[in-house]
């Protein structure tokens, strides 16, 4: 069986208890940066699946032909989901999943995001909580 991270027509908003708004990691090679870097370069041309099984190739040097078969490994268990990304627990930052899965990084500070928060047909939710 094989899990999933994604979301469709879904706006994960930050953490309740996140004191930033859209910072941009400052920590070449982590999770956050590496997660940031991916969704700024090509916003909505990735599921969350895509991007977090990316991710985790990248930090284990997985090479590019092994990739299909590590993605495979990587969700035959569940995994954490964005609401639990360092972008929307501590970074401060929004990601919005559209009708087809491919997702986007957004400043809670945009029209955009503004605009899905107004939406009714946009389901809504936050970024896990850093503290219980």
């Given at each position: 069986?094989?899990?999933?991270t994604n979301y469709y027509d879904t706006l994960i908003c930050p953490a309740e208890d996140c004191?930033?708004?859209a910072k941009v990691p400052d920590k070449p090679g982590s999770v956050a940066a590496l997660q940031y870097e991916l969704l700024v370069k090509k916003p909505y041309?990735?599921?969350?699946?895509?991007?977090?099984s990316m991710v985790a190739a990248l930090r284990k040097g997985v090479e590019e032909?092994?990739?299909a078969s590590?993605?495979?490994?990587y969700f035959s268990k569940g995994q954490a989901c964005l609401r639990a990304s360092p972008l929307?627990?501590?970074h401060g930052w929004a990601?919005?999943?559209?009708?087809?899965?491919?997702?986007?990084?957004?400043?809670?500070?945009?029209?955009?995001?503004?605009?899905?928060?107004?939406?009714?047909?946009?389901?809504?939710?936050?970024?896990m909580k850093s503290k219980r």
């Amino acid at each position: 069986m094989m899990h999933t991270t994604n979301y469709y027509d879904t706006l994960i908003c930050p953490a309740e208890d996140c004191q930033s708004i859209a910072k941009v990691p400052d920590k070449p090679g982590s999770v956050a940066a590496l997660q940031y870097e991916l969704l700024v370069k090509k916003p909505y041309s990735m599921t969350s699946d895509e991007v977090l099984s990316m991710v985790a190739a990248l930090r284990k040097g997985v090479e590019e032909e092994d990739l299909a078969s590590f993605r495979a490994a990587y969700f035959s268990k569940g995994q954490a989901c964005l609401r639990a990304s360092p972008l929307t627990k501590t970074h401060g930052w929004a990601v919005h999943a559209n009708v087809d899965g491919y997702i986007a990084l957004l400043s809670p500070d945009s029209d955009e995001f503004a605009r899905l928060q107004q939406d009714e047909n946009v389901k809504k939710t936050k970024g896990m909580k850093s503290k219980r």
